[in-house]
Structure formats: C-alpha cells, structure tokens
Nanobody, 123 residues
Framework: QVQLVESGGALVQHGGSLRLSCAAS???????MAWFRQAPGKEREFVGF????????VYADSVKGRSTISRDRAKNTLYLQMNNLNSQDTAVYYC?????????????????WGQGTQVTVSS
C-alpha cells in the first residue's frame, strides 16, 4: 500500500510563487507521478507528470512555462514549483502515482492519490 501526502499549499498573492511537495511512503514509486488540481465547481484537471527517471515532463498548457515538476527518488518525493500564480491557479492540488509504465494525462493512469493541498491565490 502506498500513501501520498501533499504539503505546501497556502494563500499567496497574485504573481507569487509556491512549491508543493508530495511524500510517498509504503513503497518506492518507480513509475510516473503526476499533479492534478480541482478548482471550486470544476472537474479535476491535469497539471503535469514526470517519468520515473525524471527525463520526461509534460505540462498542461495552463501552467506550461511557469511550472516545474521534479522528483527526488532517494526521498520518494514529488515537487511542483509554480511561479507567477494567478486566480485561476486557485484549487486543491493532488499528487498521483502510477504502478505501470504508462505516463499520460489521464486520471485512470494513476492508482494512488493523495488527499490534496489547498492553494489559494489572492488578487
């Protein structure tokens, strides 16, 4: 069994930056991990994923160019650095982990999910 725990969510000002973390425990995640988010009243959406080696990262257009996903395999931890935040980034952010070689934008690719961390951007 794998547990994913996100942290780092906060209230930040428009234009600010934030780094989210997702610590995995239970077993080493040797497959892709991803970030998703869900804004109030909206469906959960893909933010980005990173492969096990970290050699490939893919981002949603909405965060591309101002976000970086990374992982520390030794610490079994995933990160999301977001810059130039705006009100549309306000959401609960979830990390997710795959247990297969698939890595894409689909939610059903990922088996394990965290409980989420709230990010609120004030104008």
């Amino acid at each position: 069994q794998v547990q994913l725990v996100e942290s780092g969510g906060a209230l930040v000002q428009h234009g600010g930056s934030l780094r989210l973390s997702c610590a995995a425990s239970g077993r080493t995640i040797k497959y892709a991990m991803a970030w998703f988010r869900q804004a109030p009243g909206k469906e959960r959406e893909f933010v980005g994923f990173i492969t096990w080696t970290g050699g490939t990262t893919v981002y949603a257009d909405s965060v591309k160019g101002r976000s970086t996903i990374s992982r520390d395999r030794a610490k079994n931890t995933l990160y999301l650095q977001m810059n130039n935040l705006n009100s549309q980034d306000t959401a609960v952010y979830y990390c997710a982990a795959s247990i297969t070689n698939r890595a894409d934008k689909r939610e059903d690719t990922y088996t394990y999910w965290g409980q989420g961390t709230q990010v609120t951007v004030s104008s």
